[in-house]
């Protein structure tokens, strides 16, 4: 069955540093990709998507480009802020809806 | 909008007791899913709707589970009876597939934290 794989948590990084967060999937067809992010004591967030191979989602500085001949959607950041700090969810979506969501990445950034 | 609304925001309750939590979700949002959250099993898809239907429930953990949605603005998750183990955040989203096939947008409530002694 379709599938996430993120890469484990959690990553502690400085201000300004560079963040990746590697998110690889398993999907029949042609999936969308999203990233959701949960920052503490509150729900999950969609952060960006993207619906097709190629395209590149981007918001608040962070951006993910949908491979599909590697079957990834990384997340990048070029300056992490410490209110970055956050769990970030790699998810799916094949049809009817449904997402199928990573296992989730803590994110700790320090000043 | 209001977005997803979930209440209570926090319950305790005791082994044995009956818990209900509730969901509003947004207006014209053809699909509603529970969610469960724990640190040990992470984010569990336990039930979704598509226009107030169930379509799969094979994630609710046992028969003390069970899921309504009499209309297309409210849903229940309900346990009975609880237990200790059911301990967690319960996450109700809401989507709508007005946009096509592709790219359904979930969007979360604020949760409901669940403690059972």
């Known amino acids: 069955g379709d599938s996430v794989t993120q890469m484990e948590g959690p990553v502690t990084l400085s201000e300004e540093a560079f963040l990746t967060i590697n998110c690889t999937y398993t999907a029949t067809g042609y999936p969308s990709l999203f990233w959701y992010v949960q920052y503490p004591g509150e729900g999950l967030q969609l952060l960006l998507k993207?619906?097709?191979?190629?395209d590149k989602g981007s918001n608040k500085g962070f951006e993910a480009t949908y491979r599909k001949e590697t079957t990834s959607f990384h997340l990048e950041k070029g300056s992490v802020q410490v209110s970055d700090s956050a769990v970030y969810f790699c998810a799916l979506s094949n049809q009817g809806g449904k997402l199928i969501f990573g296992q989730g990445t803590e994110l700790s950034v320090k000043p | 909008d209001a977005g997803v609304i979930q209440s209570p925001r926090h319950e305790v309750t005791e082994m044995g007791q009956e818990v209900t939590l509730r969901c509003k979700p947004i207006?014209?949002?053809?699909?509603l899913f529970w969610y469960r959250q724990t640190m040990m099993r992470g984010l569990e898809l336990l039930i979704y709707?598509?226009?107030?239907?169930?379509?799969?429930d094979s994630g609710m953990p046992e028969d003390r589970f069970s899921a309504k949605m009499p209309n297309a603005s409210f849903s229940t998750l309900k346990i009975q009876p609880s237990e200790p183990r059911d301990s967690a955040v319960y996450f109700c989203?809401?989507?709508?597939?007005?946009?096509?096939?592709?790219?359904?947008?979930?969007?979360f409530g604020p949760g409901t934290r669940l403690t059972v002694l």
């Open positions: 207006s014209g949002h053809d699909y």
């Open positions: 709707f598509n226009n107030n239907v169930p379509i799969d």
């Open positions: 993207a619906t097709k191979a190629d």
């Open positions: 989203a809401s989507s709508n597939t007005f946009s096509g096939p592709k790219g359904y947008t979930q969007y």
